[in-house]
């Protein structure tokens, strides 16, 4: 099973928008709604931003959120933060395989 | 709190095996499995498969068979994920992860280094 597809950077300067995408097939993304979105700080274990495609566990901020159309999954931070510098990663449910995740995203903010 | 706290750093020869733990707390253990994940240096989250925390049943990933092997106590509600052969490149940071049925990992342990080198 390959990775998701992720771009390898994006940046965003405090106060924008950004959008991260995450690619796979109609075997994984497409077919079912378990896609999750992780943050990860250096040195640090992830954190599960959105878990169902959309959903955030509680305490985690309304500026993240996330989407689906298709094949494609993504995750929008608004109203970015110095904080929200850090690694993005998804994954998605993919029978056979189980779970399989994307190559990471750096997001840096200018 | 619900958390995941996992033993410390391991540096370890060639062709030794390490042993990590995973111990759950603020939860009912056997409710949600637990998956584990690999992170190479510099590298991305990549994961090693899961253990059903009812049965005991473990689902490797392909690339994490035969030297790999995830175990249960469940009497001390700890995960254990043991690594035999070990190779330079098993040198990683190893996560254990409580799922939320698929593939949500809403819980992570802090992460266990270990080093593989002679």
């Known amino acids: 099973q390959s990775a998701l597809t992720q771009p390898a950077s994006v940046s965003g300067s405090p106060g924008q928008s950004i959008t991260i995408s995450c690619t796979g097939t109609?075997?994984?993304?497409?077919?079912?709604?378990?896609v999750s979105w992780y943050q990860q700080h250096p040195g640090k274990a992830p954190k599960l931003l959105i878990y169902?495609?959309?959903n955030r566990p509680s305490g985690v901020s309304n500026r993240f959120s996330g989407s689906k159309s298709g094949n494609t999954a993504s995750l929008t931070i608004s109203g970015l933060q110095a904080e929200d510098e850090a690694d993005y990663y998804c994954?998605?449910?993919?029978?056979?395989?189980?779970?399989?995740f994307g190559g990471g995203t750096k997001l840096t903010v200018l | 709190q619900v958390q995941l706290v996992q033993s410390g750093s391991e540096l370890k020869e060639p062709g030794a095996s390490v042993k990590v733990s995973c111990k759950a707390s603020?939860?009912?253990?056997?409710?949600?499995?637990i998956n584990w994940v690999r992170q190479a240096p510099g590298q991305g989250l990549e994961w090693m498969g899961w253990?059903?925390?009812?049965?005991?049943?473990?689902t490797y990933a392909q690339g994490f068979t035969g030297r790999f092997v995830f175990s249960l106590d469940t009497s001390v509600s700890t995960a254990y994920l043991q690594i035999s052969s070990l190779k330079t490149e098993d040198t990683a940071v190893y996560y254990c992860?409580?799922?939320?049925?698929?593939?949500?990992?809403?819980?992570w342990g802090q992460g266990t280094l270990v080093t593989v080198s002679s």
């Open positions: 992860a409580r799922d939320l049925g698929i593939g949500q990992l809403i819980t």
């Open positions: 253990i059903s925390t009812n049965t005991g049943n473990p």
């Open positions: 994954n998605s449910y993919a029978p056979g395989t189980t779970l399989v």
């Open positions: 603020g939860y009912t253990f056997t409710h949600y499995s």
């Open positions: 169902d495609v959309s």
């Open positions: 109609s075997s994984d993304v497409g077919a079912y709604n378990y």
